[in-house]
């Protein structure tokens, strides 16, 4: 094999222009640089909402808040139950965990890194308050079967949509399937002000909930502190939604591009011996693509992370997997289930091998040329040959 000698300079992220500067000197000039006194947080979220096909947005101060946010208005109290899939970023469990609630792990598809609806079944005790799938890297979870389990089951689903702004399942948008949805603008999502969130309603009963609870229980018009009910401050600023704006229009031109990305690469992927791409599922039609995933079956965690030092040094920005929520020390610090790290893994096989052997590549690489696919997948096979 030839020595890689292509262009690895993808575009950086995030990305900003003139629609970011007018809209933060726009905030700036206001002169009021919090919710209650501004434009800017307000529109964002008539933007946002409509945009994703939901009654109401509601900004937050980031997706961790997001999602303990979500909960909260569903209900979840200290000692309920929360199915998260096994294999996610912490916040998905830890929310649960931050208001009491037993997060309970259970495992995904090993295809699409996404929550198995028949282990989410299993899994429903007369305790579980929620079901939580996450869409893995843009990849909206089997929303038919997870919509089934919940209306059989009467267990509401809530979405971690943190990768998903703009997916789609069958055409429907993760705002219309009738669920609260918690999505995240942390600096490497997929639309960002460095840090904030949002959490979706489907009614205007939940959003009236979601709104005091995320204002200290403090009504809008409220000049008596007569705080309605119990919450916390997780008010998004002025800036940052003037920021999310101009953002939000960059949003479907970027989806497009990494659309067309990233058949191109997972299918160089698929080429190179030992490497196994994220598979999609035709149902979820608009991925907006928010990790270009892979693994590499038969490495061991350490040789996984010494893979993902080599494609560092080669020039990509590569990243280990998430690690299995049941793998953290944090998990263990909260109320868990009645089981042990062990017991846990040996009912999580899918989460187990993606844990070890899972690899991901930032979303700038899909916004780069079709050429520079051909060159991610050269290093890629270069790294993988030398293991
Ligand atoms: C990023 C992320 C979150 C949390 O969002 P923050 O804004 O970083 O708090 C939640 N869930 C998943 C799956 C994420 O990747």
């Not at 080599?310 to 944090?330: M, S």
Request: proline content about 4%.
């Amino acid at each position: 094999m030839t020595e890689f000698a292509g262009n690895l300079d993808f575009p950086s992220w995030p990305q900003y222009g003139d629609a970011e500067r007018t809209g933060l000197i726009r905030a700036l000039e206001q002169g009021q640089w919090w919710r209650m006194d501004g434009r800017e947080v307000d529109t964002f979220e008539a933007e946002f909402a409509d945009y994703h096909g939901s009654a109401h947005a509601l900004a937050v101060t980031n997706g961790t808040h997001a999602l303990e946010l979500a909960l909260e208005v569903m209900g979840v109290r200290g000692g309920d139950e929360v199915i998260v899939p096994a294999f996610t970023f912490i916040s998905s469990s830890q929310a649960a965990q931050r208001l009491g609630a037993v997060a309970v792990p259970v495992d995904v598809d090993l295809d699409t890194y996404n929550i198995d609806p028949a282990r989410a079944a299993q899994a429903i005790t007369e305790r579980t308050k929620a079901i939580m799938p996450v869409h893995m890297a843009g990849l909206v979870a089997d929303m038919d079967a997870l919509g089934k389990l919940s209306a059989d089951s009467g267990v509401p689903l809530v979405q971690d949509a943190a990768h998903a702004h703009g997916a789609r399942w069958r055409g429907t948008r993760i705002g219309e399937f009738g669920t609260i949805a918690a999505l995240s603008f942390q600096n490497g999502k997929l639309m960002t002000a460095g840090e904030g969130g949002a959490v979706l309603f489907p009614d205007a009963e939940s959003y009236e909930l979601g709104f005091l609870r995320h204002s200290c229980g403090r009504p809008r018009e409220d000049r008596t502190y007569r705080h309605r009910t119990s919450g916390s401050n997780f008010r998004l600023n002025e800036f940052s939604a003037s920021v999310l704006r101009a953002q939000l229009a960059r949003l479907d031109g970027q989806i497009d591009t990494r659309e067309e990305r990233w058949p191109v690469l997972s299918r160089l992927l698929a080429d190179i011996p030992g490497v196994v791409p994220q598979q999609v599922d035709d149902r979820a039609d608009r991925n907006p693509h928010y990790m270009a995933m892979f693994r590499v079956p038969g490495l061991t965690e350490e040789r996984r992370n010494a893979l993902v030092d080599d494609l560092i040094a080669r020039g990509l920005p590569a990243f280990a997997a998430f690690r299995a929520v049941y793998r953290t020390d944090a998990f263990w610090e909260h109320s868990s289930p009645d089981e042990t790290a062990e017991e846990i893994a040996l009912r999580c096989p899918n989460s187990e091998l993606i844990n070890s052997e899972g690899i991901w590549l930032h979303h700038r690489t899909l916004l780069g040329t079709e050429r520079q696919m051909h060159d991610i997948a050269a290093v890629v096979a270069e790294a993988v040959a030398h293991l």
